[in-house]
């Protein structure tokens, strides 16, 4: 469950893999069991059993002792390959159009940017604060620096009466 949002069957460097991971997502978005029978019959109704090794690999992998920690760890690893994957082929992408005369530098900029805004919407924070919690520890956090000068001055922003009120910018303090 805790890995149903995290990964997806492209992410998986071996086609076979990731067929299997389909499998399993919707095994598991339609409240079946996801077990070796269950994976292998869904493959099966696909056409890809063979294509991700067959029920002896299947049940190799089935026999692999995993935890939920080393779950997570693991697919921590796969996503993490996964989007240096796609920075590189972004990238490939950017050299290409880079090359290409008829590409104007406004759309190489354009798409080279969308390519990497979408990789980093993949990578997320595990903690999500209430918009009305993060502007309280704001506040505190603006109000302590301005009755203790010993916490510092963030940079300035040029603009006096704006300086005076934020005891300039500090990291994380906007978002």
């Given amino acids: 469950e805790d890995l ?31 077990d070796l029978v269950t994976v292998c019959d869904a493959l099966t109704k696909r056409k890809q059993l063979d294509a991700a090794g067959g029920p002896v690999y299947l049940a190799e992998l089935a026999d692999t002792p995993v935890s939920s920690v080393s779950a997570k760890y693991h697919a921590d690893i796969v996503s993490e390959h996964a989007m240096r994957r796609d920075i590189e082929s972004s990238c490939l992408g950017m050299l290409q159009g880079v090359r290409d005369s008829a590409v104007t530098v406004q759309d190489l900029v354009g798409s080279s940017t969308r390519a990497l805004a979408d990789i980093a919407g993949r990578v997320s924070s595990t903690q999500v604060s209430e918009t009305t919690d993060v502007i309280a520890d704001m506040m505190r956090g603006i109000e302590e620096r301005q009755q203790d000068p010993s916490k510092g001055r963030g940079v300035t922003t040029g603009f006096n009466n704006l300086d005076r009120v934020l005891s300039g910018w500090y990291p994380s303090d906007l978002i």
């Fill in 4 to 34: 149903s949002d995290k990964l997806r069957p492209e992410d998986f460097y071996s086609p076979a893999h990731g067929a299997i991971w389909a499998a399993a997502l919707d095994l598991f978005r339609t409240n079946t069991p996801v």
